[in-house]
Structures are given as C-alpha cells and as structure tokens.
C-alpha cells in the first residue's frame, strides 16, 4: 500500500506562487499516474492536474490551465504542484492522489484512485 504525504501549503497573496510536493512511500512510484485534487469548504473534491507514470502525459482542469504546473522526479517518488498566478478562489484543501490502473494521465475522477494523502491547507488572501 502506498502512503502519501503533501507539503508546501501556506498563506500566500493573490499574483503569489506556492509549490506543493507530495511524496509517496510503501511501493513502486512508478506504478501510479498521480492527480492533484481539491477541496474548499461545503464544495465537493475537485480534479486540477494529474500526470502519468513516467511524466510524459499531463492533463488539467480549466481553472487552472496555464497557471498551475505538475510534474514528477520519480527517483525522488515525488510529485510536485507548482503553482503561480494564485486566486482567492484557489483556496482549499489540496491532496494528491495515487491511480495504479491509469496508464496515461491520472483520470479526473476522484472515484478513479486509489491511495489518498492527508491534504495540506492553501490559503490565497486578496
């Protein structure tokens, strides 16, 4: 069974930047497309970004599409979140996500994966 751990979030202001990483232990890292998902208060889970197996293969919700960038050093067994140009509404819960069946892109769906970090708190001022 993989165990994920996210880092990186904090309070940033709005035209700020944050990188989160989420980094996986307990099995083969290179088994797993990876998402990045979301979740604000009294909102359900969101899809943003997610990336196949060996980092060829990305896909990402509109909302974020030119801001946010995902990536991964599998020797590290790390998945990475840059993300830049952060707006209010990009306040939220953001927890990465481990998919062992995909083998392009991690799917949108969370109902898709299979192993679940705990989450890290992203918090944009205006």
């Known amino acids: 069974q993989v165990q994920m751990a996210e880092s990186g979030g904090g309070l940033v202001q709005a035209g700020g930047s944050l990188r989160l990483s989420c980094a996986a232990s307990?099995?083969?890292?290179?088994?797993?497309?990876m998402g990045w998902f979301r979740q604000a208060p009294g909102k359900e889970r969101e899809f943003v970004a997610a990336i196949s197996w060996g980092g060829h293969y990305t896909n990402y919700a509109n909302s974020v599409k030119d801001r946010f960038t995902v990536s991964r050093v599998n020797a590290k067994n790390t998945v990475y979140l840059q993300m830049n140009s952060l707006e209010p509404e990009d306040t939220a819960v953001y927890y990465c996500?481990?998919?062992?069946?995909?083998?392009?892109?991690?799917?949108?769906?969370?109902?898709?994966?299979?192993?679940w970090g705990q989450g890290t708190q992203v918090t944009v001022s205006s």
């Open positions: 307990g099995g083969t890292f290179t088994n797993y497309a």
């Open positions: 996500a481990a998919d062992k069946r995909s083998r392009g892109a991690g799917p949108p769906s969370p109902y898709e994966y299979d192993y």
